[in-house]
């Protein structure tokens, strides 16, 4: 049963530090997408990726968020500094196909508590 | 106004209930409609995906997309307590990313 995998599952941390999400996308699939969901602004897009090469980061903040995929079975986001704001839960989803509209497969997810 | 509009709820029915889940959207150029459902502390999956305007049908779920009032639905038949879940509408245009509600979280009590 192919699936997304998400580390760490939790992590707490305080202000100011890096952190770093990690995930593995289902063998196969060429799209990555990156989330954050929260109470108030729901699911958001932060970051889009096509065999590897970033086409969409216009809703992460660039300052302090970066996404990479090193290769084609490791997408990591990283946060640096953190702030309380960034208090999340960051999902990773794959797919197959060209773009925003193909079935995204989603991880279950970073909850993320920056204090 | 927010592009995407989904009342949160909570929504509680009996089991064996007809459910119906509903968003609306503001902008006339989205052609992509999908429900996700999402269980607690898991990500969401696709349930359900239409393009343009109609009815679509698997099982005891229905997705309806009404283009001219810009409006949304999800009905589940029959529903049972494992339906208990939060209901998330997304819609795309296509070229650009997908669009969610904030979701409706749904109860089914046995």
């Known amino acids: 049963d192919a699936r997304v995998t998400q580390t760490p599952r939790d992590k707490v941390t305080e202000m100011g530090q890096e952190v770093t999400m990690r995930c593995q996308p289902i063998?196969?699939?060429?799209?990555v997408f990156w989330y954050r969901q929260t109470m108030m602004q729901g699911l958001e897009l932060l970051a889009y990726?096509?065999?590897?090469?970033?086409?969409?980061d216009s809703g992460m903040p660039k300052d302090r968020f970066s996404a990479e995929m090193p290769d084609a079975t490791l997408a990591t986001l990283k946060i640096q500094p953190s702030e309380p704001r960034d208090s999340a839960v960051y999902f990773c989803?794959?797919?197959?196909?060209?773009?925003?509209?193909?079935?995204?497969?989603f991880g279950p997810g970073t909850r993320l508590t920056v204090l | 106004q927010k592009e995407v509009e989904q009342d949160p709820g909570p929504l509680s029915v009996p089991e064996g209930a007809i459910v119906s889940l509903n968003c609306t959207y503001s902008?006339?150029?989205?052609?992509?409609f999908m429900w996700y459902r999402q269980y607690s502390r898991k990500g969401p999956e696709l349930l359900m995906y239409?393009?343009?305007?109609g009815n679509k049908e698997d099982g005891r779920f229905t997705a309806q997309v009404d283009k001219s009032s810009k409006y949304i639905s999800l009905f589940i038949r029959d529903s049972q307590p494992s339906d208990s879940a939060t209901y998330l509408c997304?819609?795309?245009?296509?070229?650009?990313?997908?669009?969610f509600g904030k979701g409706t979280k749904l109860t089914v009590n046995p």
């Open positions: 990726f096509r065999n590897r090469a970033p086409l969409d």
């Open positions: 902008n006339s150029a989205f052609q992509y």
């Open positions: 239409t393009y343009s305007s």
């Open positions: 989803a794959s797919g197959l196909g060209q773009g925003y509209t193909d079935t995204q497969y």
């Open positions: 063998l196969g699939h060429n799209t």
């Open positions: 997304a819609t795309s245009r296509g070229s650009e990313k997908l669009v």
